[in-house]
């Protein structure tokens, strides 16, 4: 049965990477979510997707320049709506706790801000092998940067990676096979039929984002996909 992945948690109904839009993911029957990971200028990890933190916060300023103190001061939830007023953007730490207490499983994504990535990988490694429990399965690791899986792999053999696509690239294979991927993430665009069966039939799994229809979704699962990325983490349950 297709897996079912909660994007940046339940960002359809909570602001997006916050604690509160995992939870709600939980609460909807969603036991595996994806969310993004960038450092504090002061290196510390938090959850969060774009360079700037205007879009989601009450603050002004890039967010790889700004320092954690001030970054735990914002309100990530009163621009999505007044019900989530005082929500704050999690720190990775927080964030891994509240997996293992609430037995979640997670797709972490790197996002490094630019001149970050060995930084942001290693600080996110570094926080898997203190606090993730030896008998839980290992987060799924993914990334657009290629640089960061080459680093996870090198640094992490046994973690799961998966590489992410939002344009076909045609050398797809040896990239799996060099990082020894477990899965191909596709964006819904480019996830064609005979891409999906070519990638199936390599022994990966394909993941899709983000699906936010329920037609989309039962065409992807009849394709053989293993799972997608939606908003709306209810979406087939």
Not at 7 to 21: D, M, Q
Not at 28 to 40: A, H, K, P, Y
Not at 161 to 174: E, S
Request: charged share 20%; glycine share 6%.
């Amino acid at each position: 049965m297709m897996q079912l992945i909660g994007h940046r948690g339940a960002s359809g109904y909570a602001p997006e990477n916050t604690i509160a839009a995992f939870e709600k993911a939980r609460e909807l029957g969603c036991n595996f979510i994806e969310f993004d990971v960038m450092l504090s200028a002061d290196g510390i990890p938090f959850i969060f997707h774009d360079e700037s933190i205007k879009r989601t916060t009450n603050g002004r300023g890039k967010f790889g320049l700004l320092t954690a103190e001030y970054l735990q001061s914002l309100d990530a939830g009163r621009s999505y709506s007044r019900k989530f007023k005082g929500e704050k953007i999690p720190t990775l730490t927080d964030t891994i706790l509240w997996l293992n207490n609430n037995n979640m499983h997670a797709n972490i994504e790197i996002k490094p801000y630019p001149g970050s990535t060995d930084e942001t990988t290693i600080a996110l490694l570094t926080q898997i092998n203190r606090y993730w429990p030896a008998d839980k399965n290992l987060p799924l690791i993914s990334s657009f940067e290629l640089d960061a899986l080459t680093l996870t792999r090198s640094l992490s053999p046994e973690i799961p990676i998966g590489f992410l696509m939002h344009k076909w690239q045609d050398n797809w294979l040896q990239i799996a096979k060099d990082l020894n991927c477990y899965s191909i993430h596709l964006n819904s665009k480019i996830a064609k039929p005979s891409r999906i069966e070519a990638i199936l039939q390599e022994g990966y799994k394909v993941y899709v984002y983000t699906i936010n229809s329920k037609r989309k979704a039962k065409k992807l699962s009849a394709l053989g996909v293993d799972a997608i990325f939606s908003d709306y983490p209810d979406l087939l349950l």
